[in-house]
T-cell receptor
């Protein structure tokens, strides 16, 4: 099965600096890589995702890069703000079987998560 | 609010009791997932439904756990004879059909404490 490793486990940055979180995955069949932000006592919130046919995606201050050959992907947050402080999780999802093909097939529908990075943005 | 909702948000129970959690997915999402999250860890997959059919179960889902989605809308997760090791956050997620079918949206979770 898939194994996702995430580094670092904790990260402290000064407000305005950039933060980078890195993940590696083991299953070359994975082709969808979301990032979630989780605040204390809340569920994970999707912040950005990338599919294997794309090498980079950006949304305002957040960007994700994917290197399929090396099987790693990274989250980049620029101009960090105190409200960015949270735990961030990367995840990997295998190639989705086409509709209906799960019957008798070996498709997997689960996200495999890293262990998380606690980001602290110091004002 | 059209997001995933979960009830109750918190549950404290004594060891050996049964508990049931409910998840209401985003309207028209036909795929629903349950995950468990322990302190300091990422969510771990438990089970998945497509409409009312339970299509995948993790080895984490022991025989004390049962999940249903009888009408293909809301889902329930029941834990029988709870143990202290069941204490965790139980998360529900849903995803749409079509182009973004892998995209899972999570609810706020139900935090279970077994005394």
């Amino acid at each position: 099965g898939e194994n996702v490793e995430q580094h670092p486990s904790t990260l402290s940055v000064q407000e305005g600096d950039s933060a980078v979180i890195k993940c590696t995955y083991s299953d070359s069949a994975s082709n969808y890589f979301p990032w979630y932000k989780q605040e204390l006592g809340k569920g994970p919130q999707l912040i950005i995702d990338i599919r294997s046919n794309v090498g980079e995606k950006k949304d305002q201050r957040i960007a994700v890069t994917l290197n399929k050959t090396a099987k790693h992907f990274s989250l980049h947050i620029t101009e960090t703000q105190p409200e960015d402080s949270a735990v961030y999780f990367c995840a990997a999802h295998p190639r989705w079987e086409k509709e209906g093909s799960h019957k008798g097939g070996a498709g997997s529908y689960q996200l495999t998560f890293g262990k998380g990075t606690k980001l602290s943005v110091i004002p | 609010d059209t997001g995933v909702s979960q009830n109750p948000r918190h549950k404290i129970t004594k060891r050996g009791q049964n508990v049931t959690f409910r998840c209401d997915p985003i309207s028209e999402h036909n795929r629903l997932y349950w995950y468990r999250q322990t302190l300091g860890q990422g969510p771990e997959f438990l089970t998945y439904f497509q409409n009312e059919a339970q299509l995948e179960k993790s080895r984490l889902l022991s025989d004390r756990f049962s999940a249903e989605r009888p009408k293909g809308s809301f889902s329930t997760l029941e834990i029988q004879r709870t143990e202290q090791g069941d204490s965790a956050m139980y998360l529900c997620a849903s995803s749409p059909t079509g182009q973004n079918q892998e995209t899972q949206y999570f609810g706020p979770g139900t935090r279970l404490l077994v005394l």
